[in-house]
């Protein structure tokens, strides 16, 4: 089992910068890659960006890439969104999730989810 709480959401205007932060509990959170989905209201879940174990290599969706930074830091069970320049279109509530056998882009692969944070950015 893991449980994953997720930080750092909030209000921000156009153009501004957030990191959210993905606590997850237990020992075994390096045997998972790591995930975050993003859902807006009226649209369904979808991808933004993932890592792998070693954290050696990550994958964006093209919407967020060049402004969007994942990492993760498996001494602190902590996998990070580091999100800048942001638009009002990254408005959404923010999931992390943990993958024993990805890590993928689509959220039926993902074993574990935390909550969810809000993003809001104005314009």
């Known amino acids: 089992q893991v449980q994953l709480v997720e930080s750092g959401g909030g209000l921000v205007q156009a153009g501004g910068s957030l990191r959210l932060s993905c606590a997850a509990s237990g020992r075994t959170f390096s045997r998972y890659a790591m995930g975050w989905f993003r859902q807006a209201p009226g649209k369904e879940r979808e991808f933004v960006a993932a890592?792998?174990?070693?954290?050696?290599?990550?994958y964006y969706t093209d919407s967020v890439k060049g402004r969007f930074t994942i990492s993760r830091d498996n001494a602190k069970n902590t996998v990070y969104l580091q999100m800048t320049s942001l638009k009002p279109e990254d408005t959404a509530v923010y999931y992390c999730a943990a993958d024993l056998d990805g890590p993928g882009t689509h959220q039926n692969g993902y074993d574990y989810w935390g909550q969810g944070t809000q993003v809001t950015v104005s314009s």
């Open positions: 890592i792998r174990r070693s954290g050696g290599r990550t």
